[in-house]
């Protein structure tokens, strides 16, 4: 057992050990950050940050070389008296990346990984079935859903730059929401919640969410992911569909994806990156 | 009576108007678009988008020579039948503008009202005194607030770019909330409604409200603003404070803003451009 997955909370994780096993891949091992269990799946080990170097060695011993993450993993909060010696040595070092944001915390959290002689793999190579390929695969898109596509991919790209989120929906040009810490269904909640008067006329188009990474982040970790609750919460807000970057954002369920969005007149659309943005 | 005052919904118009009049200038001849009323000011005429050119007439023959924009205007519906023949001309020049986001039919709204003869006043021209000097207002502000509003500053200038909004939320670095279409009260009230385990400790630095224009935006129309409201909802929602731009964001009643934020224990910062960003 060579590979072992870094399991924060949601779905993902679960997914993607069942992508594993449908692809005929040995089922990974699981570790789970104390307080962020993993839906539906229940880690081999649950590990905390302040004995890292600790947890290092556990994966050793078990002859685990290569790491995958999964999952959504806030902030832990510390405790001082928890901490190893080895552990309680890098923490000016943790300090200063929290301090710049959770995408150069993630980033030096790999670099410790590696430096302990771990690989990192990204979520598509140890379940490639989870990144769709390139096409609509779902309903059918109008030149205003290209539109606004376009520039919702604008809108992400630069909320990617300055490390906020991977998310936003547009209708006819206008932003109804950005994602930042709350999450994808709390931003499509507040566009649900949004009064009709602020909304344009949907006749003139229904709109759509967008999700593709931060321009400059590591895509071996912390890829946006879609679910079959995206499609529910998108058909909700009133939307007319869902696009998301091809290659770069993970769907963890497409088949039901694809039924609940043919079952609410969604369109899905795995555009590919950098068209007419 | 030479300026006339396009007002938009919300409490900025009432304050312009007060402001003027306690600066001993003559009171504003006051349009309002129709459906948007402004708040405790009667106007002294009501106009349509799709009357645009009769609406010029009426404000030469009145004698109007300079105008100011105050207020929240959002896109309205447009009624094919109300057109008189020389505004139905422009329709194609405003259907253009509207594609690519609000600014940009902000400008061209301008630039119609300038062809016509009349010259643009910004809000700070009209009522200096809604344009708070530098300086920290009301509380104190710590070194871990002045990162939070250099981070803040960093994300605003980047929605700002691509036309999203002029405000967001930061605390220790992590952005809880960036304004779009439904405006800084409902982004408060999402930040509000975070769950607990999403947010930092508090005792690490409670975060800030951040406002400031867009980079590229007209300064003589849709500054933010901020009212005796925003304090309000800014404690509600947890926060340490409030930073804005200055000399480029409008405080509608600063006094009664700086009472609210004693009252709360809300610091409020006039912060000078372009610090640490």
Request: glycine fraction near 12%.
């Amino acid at each position: 057992m060579s590979i072992a997955l870094i399991a924060g909370a949601g779905a993902l994780p679960l997914a993607l050990v069942e992508a594993a096993r449908a692809a005929g891949a040995p089922r990974p091992f699981v570790a789970a950050l104390d307080g962020f269990a993993p839906e539906g799946l229940a880690p081999d080990l649950t590990f905390r940050i302040e004995r890292l170097y600790p947890f290092f060695a556990a994966l050793h011993e078990r002859g685990v070389t290569r790491i995958a993450f999964a999952g959504a993993v806030r902030r832990p909060r510390l405790d001082p008296a928890l901490f190893d010696p080895l552990t309680a040595g890098i923490v000016p070092r943790l300090m200063a990346t929290l301090a710049q944001g959770d995408d150069a915390t993630l980033r030096e959290v790999i670099a410790l990984f590696e430096e302990d002689g771990f690989a990192i793999l990204g979520a598509g190579e140890v379940a490639p079935a989870l990144l769709p390929p390139e096409g609509v695969l779902a309903g059918r898109i109008t030149p205003r859903d290209q539109q606004d596509a376009a520039r919702a991919a604008l809108i992400v790209s630069a909320l990617g730059r300055v490390d906020v989120g991977q998310g936003c929906v547009v209708q006819q040009g206008l932003c109804l929401g950005a994602e930042t810490l709350a999450g994808t269904d709390a931003m499509l909640a507040g566009v649900a919640a949004l009064p009709q008067d602020l909304r344009p006329d949907p006749a003139g188009g229904r709109g759509l969410l967008f999700k593709a990474p931060k321009p400059l982040q590591d895509r071996r970790i912390d890829l946006p992911a879609l679910g079959v609750q995206s499609v529910r919460n998108a058909a909700r807000a009133g939307l007319g569909g869902i696009a998301w970057e091809a290659g770069g954002t993970l769907c963890l369920d497409l088949p039901a994806m694809r039924a609940a969005a043919e079952e609410t007149g969604l369109f899905l659309w795995s555009r590919p990156p950098g068209t007419g943005a």
